[in-house]
């Protein structure tokens, strides 16, 4: 069987005497360098003076689609906005943008630079415009594939403190033509009756979804489909006399999330699920031990507001061809708030030669990540618990167990 890694990192063994899960600390690595903020208000307040028209609804409808299908949220960045319009996150890779007759891009230029002209945006035309083009700020629109193809949308931005509702503008055309624009207050039941433009910073761009991991590799099926577990039998003639190896691969069949992390304003919640394991373990004497490295599947899934309670089914590997040699696994599901980097480090024996020896496994994560679980799980558990749902702090998880 083919090993599929995500985000896989080689870490040192590390023979210990205690088998006991620890939690350490470690110092943080240093932050990236500053770039300028673009206050997503001004974002807001820009987009509700905008002449907006079917035209670029269209354009922000096509991204946003196009985002959730690749495996993110319903948003739309900055970046691809001015940079392929039309494009959700995911795309550049895979397809070009569509063109359009005037991209919304052109349209805030357009009132960006009006606004310098009277001296009512916070820094000159050409540096927001770069600064907004490279910022985090993008367009949330939740419950996007609703929408009616006609109603404009009321703009509202992410207040960033935890609230419920916010201020917003409601964009009014009239039986003339003429347009006018209403303060409103902006709840998550509004953006279910109509259409809602949340200005909110990304949190998932720069990961990479089972979406697209699956598109990247043939073997997880066409085109992003749902079955990416799929074991080769054995060929006529090669091994399949040999005594099995003792070797399986564990799956992750489905994520159940029982409750929103963030605000409604910040858009879905980005979890990743990261395990730690000794990889093809066949190890017969301690030099042999000295030679492994464990290996650590990191991958993230994103789950929509309205899927709470709802099974993702994701069908993607979490350990391939990992050895009952070693008594257990660490498990570590983290929603992502971001933050300096650190990490939590686990211990668990593995046996060789009859004697038992403790390994050290570490997971990252980020210091204002919310810690959904954490743990040492044994590898017996997961052959009593195949293919049952079992909670995880507000997830629940299906395990399955392929034999190799």
């Known amino acids: 069987m083919k090993v599929l890694r995500f985000m896989c990192m080689l870490l040192p063994v590390v023979v210990l005497v205690s088998c006991e ?17 673009v206050n997503l208000d001004e974002v807001a307040e820009i987009l509700a003076m905008v002449p907006l028209h079917s035209s670029q609804m269209e354009e922000v409808h096509d991204a946003v689609t196009s985002s959730s299908a690749n495996g993110y949220d319903e948003e739309y960045t900055m970046t691809n906005l001015f940079r392929a319009p039309g494009s959700g996150v995911g795309d550049m890779e895979f397809r070009s943008a569509k063109n359009y007759e005037k991209p919304l891009w052109k349209l805030i230029e357009d009132q960006v630079r009006s606004m310098t002209s009277t001296k009512s945006l916070s820094m000159d035309a050409d540096d927001f415009l770069a600064a907004l083009t490279d910022s985090d700020v993008q367009i949330y629109w939740p419950f996007s594939d609703e929408w009616d193809g ?36 902006v709840d998550e039941e509004m953006a279910k009756e109509v259409p809602v433009w ?8 720069g990961y990479t979804s089972l979406e697209m991991l699956r598109r990247e590799d043939p073997n997880w099926g066409e085109g992003g489909g749902s079955i990416i577990v799929n074991p080769q039998p054995k060929s006529v003639g090669s091994k399949a006399d040999e005594p099995d190896s003792g070797l399986k691969t564990l799956v992750l069949k489905d994520f159940t999330m029982h409750r929103n992390y963030d605000s409604w304003f910040a858009g879905a919640s980005e979890f990743f699920v990261k395990i730690g394991y000794l990889e093809d373990f066949t190890a017969t004497t301690e030099a042999e031990l000295r030679l492994y490295s464990p290996m650590v599947t990191d991958f993230m899934i994103v789950v929509k507001r309205k899927h709470v309670g709802v099974p993702q089914n994701f069908n993607a590997i979490l350990m391939s061809d990992w050895s009952e040699q070693a008594d257990a696994c660490a498990l570590m599901i983290t929603e992502d708030d971001g933050g300096t980097q650190t990490e939590w480090t686990s211990k668990a024996k593995v046996y060789v030669a009859g004697k038992s020896y403790g390994i050290e496994i570490t997971l990252p994560l980020n210091v204002r990540d919310d810690i959904v679980w954490r743990g040492k799980l044994a590898y017996d558990w997961f052959d009593e618990c195949n293919g049952e749902s079992w909670p995880f702090g507000d997830v629940d998880l299906t395990f399955e167990i392929v034999e190799n």
Not at 157 to 171: C, H, I
């Open 21 to 37: 899960v620890t939690f350490n600390e470690v110092k943080g690595f240093p932050f990236e360098e500053e770039k300028i903020i």
């Open 150 to 185: 006609e109603t404009m949308p009321v703009i509202t931005f992410d207040p960033e403190d935890g609230a419920s509702a916010n201020m917003g503008y409601r964009l009014m055309i009239e039986d003339d033509g003429s347009r006018r624009v209403e303060e409103v207050v």
């Open 198 to 205: 949340v200005v909110n910073r990304n949190d998932d761009a």
